[in-house]
Structure formats: C-alpha cells, structure tokens
C-alpha cells in the first residue's frame, strides 16, 4: 500500500492510522445535528477537533442519515465556503475534507482551500464527479452505498456483501486509473445500505479491502450497528464505538471518521502499542 498520498499543499502519512474528525454543519445529523451552526460554535468544535489530535478535519452540509433529502447545492457551498475559512483562520495545519456528492461544490471548496473529496456515492450521483477530481487532481475518498441516502435503509439484500463491494470499487478504481488517477482512499460505507449484520460482516472482513493497495477509512462512529445492538441511545455509544474502532485498527484499517477525536487517539495509541510489541 501507499504510504503517502498527496494533496495540493500537504502529504499525507498514512504509515501509521490517524483520525478523521467530524463536523456536521447540518440541522438533522443523526448524531449533532444542529450543534454547529453558528461561527462560534463552528470555531469551538474545530479548535476541539484540532487540540484533541486529529489530522483531518471533516466537514459536511448535506445530512446522508437513512431517509433525508438533499438541500439545494447553492445552500450546501455556502456553508462549506464558510467552515472552511473558519478552518484556516482557527487550525490552518488541518487538512481539510469535504463531504460532498456535486461536483460543482467539490470544485468550489478545492477553490477555497479544501484538501480531499469525500463522496458517498462514489460518482453513483453525479456524473461530473469523477472528471472534476480527476482535474482538480485532489485525493478521493469514494464509498459504497447501496441506493441513495433516502432509500438506501429500505431492505437492502446481497448474496455476498464482501464480495460485492470489491467488485464495486473494482470498477469504480479502473475508471479513475484509467485516466491516470489513484489518489484513491475507499471506504466500505458502514450503514449505508447495510443491515446491522452487514455491517459487521464488513468490519470482521476489512482488511480484505487493502487489496486494492489504498487506503480504507471507516466511519462507525455512534452508528446504529452498535447503539441498536446494545439496547442504547447514540449518546451513550462511545464506548461501543472506541471497541469497534480497536477491531477496526486491528483489521488494518488506515483512517477512522469520528465524532470523539481524543477517544479515537487513545485507540490508535494503544493498538498500535500492542502490535508493535510482538516485533
């Protein structure tokens, strides 16, 4: 696998896991929906995020919980431009990630001094998506999602989850390649059309997903694959999803998307302790 892959200003060190910090400048976020929305709370959260030791910062305007609509693309750049001027007054060494599916506002935010594209369709929804990165020539991460964020809960079914995934980034991987790109991280999509025990199949099977020689990132954090199968609120899942985020690093995994940066650190410490005590 690639060790480093680089943005237009930064290069990123994946030798040893980092983390990926969560800014949802949404009103309906299935987790802090409505918690960011002010400048000062903005300020407040990147300032936590930056402090508590993540590397990436990412920010996103668009809800994707399991039956939500999109806002309008114009909304949607608008509140991105501002987090991210935000980002470079509050923590310029950040490097920033923006959650999008448009390639009109992967465009602008690279423009304004976004790092990478982080889109959950994988080019599924936008058409202009894949020739816009490859122009801004910015890393990618791309992720599976069966269906679209408004029907994707709605009784997915696979023969072979594993299976199908690998094909799906396969044929998403030999587009891009084949025009000279591979500033590619992929993420399998944990709960994005994927029951409870799809989503475990995915953790339990990770490292299958290094085939491809990218980077994987995963986004578990407070999820419904763990606060359902504990009988509790997304609030009182951050001890389920530190125990997932170990498995997760355990199973090779290169980023974790978090909610909780100073937990997800610890993790990262830890685990790669423990690993390096068997050399």
Known sequence: MSKTIKTVSNLIDFSTPCVMGVLNLTKDSFFDGGKYISNIQIEKRIKKIYLEG??????????????????????????????????????????????????????????????IINDISAGELDSKMFETIIELNVPYIMMHMKGNPFDMQKNPQYLNIIKEIIIFFEKKISVLNAKGFNKIIVDPGIGFGKTLQNNYQILNNIEKFKVFGYPVLIGASRKSMIYNLLNVSANEALNGTSIINTIALLKQTNILRVHDIKEAVECIKLTNMTLKSNK
């Open 54 to 115: 993540a590397k990436i910062i990412d920010i996103g305007a668009c809800s994707s919980k399991p039956g939500s609509l999109p806002i309008k693309e114009k909304e949607e750049i608008d509140k991105l431009l501002k987090a991210i001027k935000i980002i470079k007054e509050t923590a310029p060494n950040l490097i920033i990630s923006v959650d999008t599916f448009r390639a009109k506002v992967a465009r602008e935010c690279i423009k304004n001094g976004a790092h």
